[in-house]
């Protein structure tokens, strides 16, 4: 099975300054439908980042996809400087493809400072990731029953080590909880910049994330009568993101109702400090035959 020549997913988020406020972004065909929505994600925030003052970092951003992407065809991003104070910025970002809106974020960033905390959050007892099999190598050892489009999406290039806790029981086991819990980092090593860790961050946290709630229903997601895509994400910053070392993203679907499904993620480091939160809905809606 031949995969196509490595990227870097610092290149791809990476952004072509075509003039104050507006910048560009290459595509990467990752053998989807329709362009990633985690690359949109991560290559808004990094064009929000373009005029935020150095010393502030992004705390939550909020988005809705409004039209699918072309993976064949680079995206533009036009930032608006909505508000600077003494402790808060606030920028909104449109991303353009082919003249038209397909995506809007809201992003707030703010200068570090002390204060309260707490955590009432619990990481989950997994196992650690060097005992979880990569999702690519299970991938190629079930390749028979994989659907087609998952089965030439193997080739694609993929920038982030995902290793699913008990990945086998989702080509097996029906009518699942629709819990899972995934190990991830980059198959690149990141330099110092908190911009990128948590951009590459934003792009990984839209893996695997909305078909959590297909998981009660005994539908994958390569399911031929399946239309699937996200509405919305939403994504807060607790803590510092260090992409060199393995997170665990805790994904859970609370609710699925009119064709829509939510799904809620906690973000956890090694020592059990929670990183990042995570919230979306999407469409799941199954065609007849």
């Known amino acids: 099975m031949e995969q196509q020549n490595e990227v870097k997913l610092s290149s791809l988020l990476e952004l072509e300054t075509l003039e104050h406020g ?27 980042y373009q005029s935020v003052p150095e010393d502030r970092v992004v705390h939550s951003f909020h988005s809705y996809f409004l039209l699918p992407g072309d993976a064949q065809k680079p995206v533009v991003y036009d930032v608006e400087i909505v508000r600077d104070g003494k402790s808060f910025s606030a920028r909104r970002v ?21 204060g309260m905390s707490h955590q009432y959050a619990d990481m989950p007892n997994v196992p650690p990731p060097e005992d979880v ?28 080590d995902i290793r699913t806790v008990d990945a086998v029981a989702s080509f097996t086991a029906k ?7 995934t190990w991830l980092k980059t198959n690149e090593m990141l330099g110092n910049n908190q911009a990128m860790h948590q951009a590459v961050l934003s792009y990984a946290s839209d893996y695997h994330f909305l078909s959590t709630s297909l998981q009660p229903h005994g539908v994958q997601i390569t399911d031929k009568n399946l239309v699937i ?6 994504m807060w910053f607790h803590r510092p993101v260090n992409m060199n070392e393995w997170l665990l993203y805790v994904m859970e679907s609370p609710v699925s109702e009119n064709a829509r499904g939510l799904v809620r993620g906690q973000i956890f480091n090694q020592q059990g400090q929670l990183v990042a939160s995570t919230m979306q809905e999407g469409l799941m809606r199954l065609r007849e035959e």
């Open 175 to 181: 009518n699942r909880k629709p819990v899972r819990a």
């Open 229 to 234: 895509a996200t509405i919305d994400h939403a």
């Open 94 to 114: 449109k991303a353009i493809q082919n003249g038209r809106n397909i995506f809007y974020m809201t992003a707030s960033f703010q200068t570090p400072e002390a």
């Open 22 to 48: 507006l910048y560009r972004g290459q595509s990467w065909d990752l053998g989807f439908r329709a362009l990633f929505g985690g690359q949109v994600l991560g290559q808004a925030l990094q064009a929000a």
């Open 133 to 160: 099999e990569p999702d690519i190598r299970m991938y190629e050892r079930n390749y028979e029953h994989l659907g087609r489009r998952m089965r030439e999406a193997l080739s694609y290039h993929r920038p982030i």
